[in-house]
Nanobody, 125 residues
């Protein structure tokens, strides 16, 4: 069982930056692939980024070059650094965990095993 809690969301102007954090419970955090998924109003959940095996990463094309995912296994925490934010990045951002990184890279965006409650990111134009 893994419990996840996101923080760091907020309101930012276009072009600005935010860093999201996701604190995880459990002693097996390092064995899980971690991901960020977002959902904008009226839209389906969308994959954003994932990290596994310590440093392997994969990003959605829409955020590549602007967002960076990282993890600190000693702190059981995964981060999402978001730069050059755009109004279309506005969404609720969820942290998710799954034993298999392919759940994030190949599966539907809602397939991960464990989820946080989400944090709102709003980018104003």
């Amino acid at each position: 069982q893994v419990q996840l809690a996101e923080s760091g969301g907020g309101l930012v102007q276009a072009g600005g930056s935010l860093r999201l954090s996701c604190a995880a419970s459990g002693r097996t955090f390092s064995s899980y692939a971690m991901g960020w998924i977002r959902q904008a109003p009226g839209k389906e959940r969308e994959f954003v980024a994932t990290i596994w095996s310590g440093s392997s990463t994969y990003y959605a094309d829409s955020v590549k070059g602007r967002f960076t995912i990282a993890r600190d296994n000693a702190k059981n925490t995964v981060y999402l650094q978001m730069n050059s934010l755009k109004p279309e990045d506005t969404a609720v951002y969820y942290c998710a965990a799954d034993p298999n990184f392919r759940t994030f890279t190949r599966g539907p965006a809602g397939a991960a095993m464990y989820w946080g409650q989400g944090t709102q990111v709003t980018v104003s134009s």
